[in-house]
């Protein structure tokens, strides 16, 4: 069974940094590109970033380009999120989103985390 | 970038109504758009892609169209489980910008 398990979620200051983690299993994690996706409370989805499937490539919203990096470790079968210089409005739940590849090009599949909760307040 | 921009917002409307839900890109996109649906409590799930793809499982009372710069969603005969949000989502290149969503609510 597929499974996305996302971790380090929790409480910052504003000007914070914080690192979430995102578990792998039941797929070869190696071989996929990865997403994360944010949600703010009662707000619609906001796509944050992604990376191939070696880590070669990394891309951004412009709302966390500079602040964010995205990146894997595929001997851990984990993906991270590195955020730092946090604001308020980057609270929101962050999931980490297992990609799927059609005619070449990415897009999010049906395979999500559960979510992780940060909170950005003083 | 490209912005995503749907409409309406939100609708209220009858189980058995047929529904429909536009998706505009500001610049071509060709037919790289993905419609997920996505219900209170719930993580997003995904319905059509390249515009006109039903994910399997998906029924088939929802399909896609448009190609470009504007897209549409339409579930032919509403049901009283496909009340929610639903949203579009390029993806033809990054950033893999989403619309805003639109909220289907019972009338």
């Known amino acids: 069974e597929v499974q996305l398990l996302e971790s380090g979620g929790g409480l910052v200051q504003p000007g914070g940094s914080l690192r979430l983690s995102c578990s792998a299993s039941?797929?070869?994690?190696?071989?996929?590109?990865m997403h994360w996706v944010r949600q703010a409370p009662g707000k619609g989805l906001e796509y944050v970033s992604a990376?191939?499937?070696?880590?070669?490539?990394?891309s951004y919203a412009d709302s966390v380009k500079g602040r964010f990096t995205i990146s894997r470790d595929n001997s851990k079968n984990t993906l991270y999120l590195q955020m730092s210089s946090l604001r308020a409005e980057d609270t929101a739940v962050y999931y980490c989103?297992?990609?799927?590849?059609?005619?070449?090009?990415?897009?999010?599949?049906?395979?999500w985390g559960q979510g992780t909760l940060v909170t950005v307040s003083s | 970038d490209i912005q995503m921009t749907q409409s309406p917002s939100s609708l209220s409307a009858s189980v058995g109504d047929r529904v429909t839900i536009t998706c505009r890109a500001s610049q071509g996109i060709s037919n790289y758009l993905a419609w997920y649906q996505q219900k209170p409590g719930k993580v997003p799930k995904l319905l059509i892609y390249a515009a006109s793809t039903l994910q399997s499982g998906v029924p088939s009372r929802f399909s896609g169209s448009g190609s470009g710069t504007d897209f549409t969603l339409t579930i032919s005969s509403l049901q009283p489980e496909d009340f929610a949000t639903y949203y579009c989502?390029?993806?033809?290149?990054?950033?893999?910008?989403f619309g805003q969503g639109t909220k289907v609510e019972i009338k």
């Open positions: 990376i191939t499937s070696n880590g070669g490539y990394t």
């Open positions: 039941g797929f070869t994690f190696s071989t996929y590109f």
């Open positions: 989103v297992k990609d799927m590849e059609v005619g070449g090009k990415h897009l999010l599949s049906d395979c």
């Open positions: 989502q390029k993806y033809d290149s990054a950033p893999r910008t």
